[in-house]
């Protein structure tokens, strides 16, 4: 690949921060530049659900790197800038600036914006998402004024937020349209077991409902009705029912896009000078499936990694294992693979000790791995998914049975 006018990152989030490190660490020798829509410099997201909201992650604490980074690495860090256009015949992209910059490849790491809901009162002001540093600060202070919050999604950034408000002492309540929490995503077992934890610690669940209307005082929300016709007072509403990834930069420049950038193996789009990661792209399964789109750490930064290997001119399929965590309170839940909710659970190990894994399976073939407070498990659950090693349903419900043996065991 010709090194004149180098490679365009758009997007200076987890992935795009970290496509623009590997580059440098593969020996890419021409320009590299990092759009980032945000006025500050990468920084991590998962402790913004966390330890951010109840002061024990500073702010400090947050950032990729230190900024010298950028200038000892040779990488042009453009913050609070937004690539606006792509001419892909010309290979320039325009910025809000006005400026034009022409690459030799693009990689679009757009992350994804939360989904906010139509009913009545979202507009009004304490009802709010969470996905920036911004939205982050936001909540906080808001937090810190507030009685009474209300939950709109129980998914893992809204039961992070329950734990956390509640760890500053207010009355929490999670409104959830469907039957139980983490329902897209975990299995019933681990999902009972951490919203039981919740539970004790004093968030209040309303399970197959949603919000109806955000009522409002002077402009500001005071509660949240919910379908079934229940009035939740709320100082703040925070709303974590999921996120739609940001393809419009894509589907403007006529690359395909579908519910994601549509990408190949080696996560390259339909125009072969642009690749897309992270939040934004939607990639082949593994297994077949149709192509899945994945939010989290991993999945971001184990792409950045694949697109500069290939960039440099060592290309691999992208094949990763997915692996995610979230941190409940106390608990920690670790998933390994990717499950559907149709698959099989195996559970292994003591629920009731606050210790133990569910096995996901399709058939005979294991998917995916969920671990509460088991990191051993979760480790091992890796190693194994990466290499395909059978396991039987038999030794999965045997917690007398080491998943790293059987690791062991194949090698
Ligand atoms: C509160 C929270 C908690 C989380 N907790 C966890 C966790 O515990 N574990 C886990 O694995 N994952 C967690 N995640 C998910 C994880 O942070 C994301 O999957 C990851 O950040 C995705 O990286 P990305 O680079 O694809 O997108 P992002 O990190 O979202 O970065 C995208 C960036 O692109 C910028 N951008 C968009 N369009 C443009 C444009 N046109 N020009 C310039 N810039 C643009 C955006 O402003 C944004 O800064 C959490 C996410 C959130 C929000």
Known sequence: MPMDAGVIIVGGGQGGFQAAASLREEGYAGPVTLVGAEPVSPYQRPPLSKGFLTGKTPQAQLPLRP?????????????????????????????????????????????????????????????????????????????????????VGAGFIGLEIAVASRELGLEVEVVEFAQRALQRSVSADAAAFLSVALQ??????????????????????????????????????????????????????????????????????????????????????ADGAPPIRIESVQNAVDQARCIAARVVGRPVRYRKVAWFWSDQGQNRLQIAGVADPADASVLRGSIADGKFSVLRFRGDRLTAIESVNSAADHMAARKLLAAGIAVTPEQAADASVKLASLVAMAA
């Open 200 to 285: 004790a610690r004093g968030v209040r669940f309303h399970f197959s409902t949603g919000a109806e209307a955000f009522l409002g005082e002077a402009g500001r929300v005071c509660a949240v009705q919910t379908h079934r016709g229940d009035v939740l007072p709320a100082d703040v509403v925070v709303i974590g029912v999921g996120v739609e990834p940001d393809d419009a930069l894509a589907r403007e420049s006529g690359l395909s896009v579908q519910g994601g950038v549509l990408v190949d193996d080696y996560l390259l789009t339909s125009d072969p000078a642009i690749s897309a990661l992270g939040d934004c792209a939607r990639f082949p399964a």
């Open 67 to 151: 900024d010298a980074f950028y200038e000892e690495r040779g990488i042009e860090w453009l913050a609070g800038e937004r690539v606006t256009g792509i001419d892909r015949v010309a290979r320039r992209v325009t910025l809000a600036s006005g400026a034009r910059r022409a690459y030799d490849h693009l990689v679009l790491a757009t992350g994804a914006v939360p989904r906010m809901p139509r009913s009545p009162g979202a507009e009004l002001e304490g009802v709010q998402a969470l996905r920036t540093l911004a939205d982050a600060q936001l909540l906080k202070q808001r937090l810190g004024q507030a009685h009474r919050v209300v939950v």
